[in-house]
């Protein structure tokens, strides 16, 4: 897995490159700013696109090229995360309702995005279950960690971006017509014990950082 050194601790994450990808996308930013759209448009948007293709797919999962569709978002969806951050961070538009949107559309989305993996044959709907509440409680746990004046964190192996990475490859495999129910089950898995560390990961270093 493409991977770089987390800036909240010293684990493995692709959360780590987003710096560069915000500064391929700080031109559009600046066009869209001046184009009148905010921050919270682009989050309430990227969700509203996630939650329909989640549907989507549901309604369609024996049409397993719909799934091509996953990684394609995927990649928009962080594009937009990146510009909805920029746009609250460089141009004065955050806000308290910003923070809330921010968070609560991530795990709508994300949780709309991993359900239909669990109509698919060969896959566990229990599995696929347990990725998605442990992802909800990962990314509690980086967020109380800012209650406690240690900052939110973002420490992995399996954050947000990293299981992106791992739906998004999922979701190219079985759009492309590739075998996938015997392998279903590992992957989600060994999502689980890596979101089990991540949880452990956050926990541990916002305590610490607290210190």
């Known amino acids: 897995m493409l991977a770089a050194r987390s800036k909240g601790g010293n684990q493995l994450s692709i959360y780590a490159l987003k710096p560069r990808f915000q500064a391929l996308l700080r031109p ?28 989507l797919l549901a309604l369609n999962s024996q049409a397993s090229r719909l799934f091509l569709l996953v990684p394609v978002w995927l990649a928009l969806r962080m594009a937009m995360n990146a510009i909805d951050g920029m746009l609250a961070r460089e141009f004065g538009q955050g806000s308290p309702l910003g923070a809330y949107l921010n968070e609560l559309t991530d795990v709508i989305s994300d949780t709309a995005l991993y359900a239909p993996f669990a109509l698919l044959p060969g896959s566990s709907p229990w599995l696929v279950g347990a990725v998605a509440a442990l992802a909800i409680i990962s990314e509690m746990a980086g967020v109380l960690a800012a209650s406690v004046g240690a900052g939110r964190r973002y420490d992995g192996p399996m954050g ?47 305590i610490a950082a607290t210190t």
């Open 160 to 206: 947000k971006s990293d299981r992106a990475f791992v739906f998004g490859a999922t979701g190219l495999l079985v759009g492309a017509g590739v075998p996938m129910a015997a392998a279903f089950n590992w992957i989600w898995s060994a999502v689980i014990v890596l979101l089990v560390l991540t949880i452990v990961n956050r926990v541990r270093r916002g």
């Open 28 to 55: 559009l930013t600046g066009t869209l700013h001046r184009s009148g759209v905010t921050a919270n448009q682009v989050t309430v948007a990227a969700c509203a696109v996630s939650a329909g293709l989640g549907v």
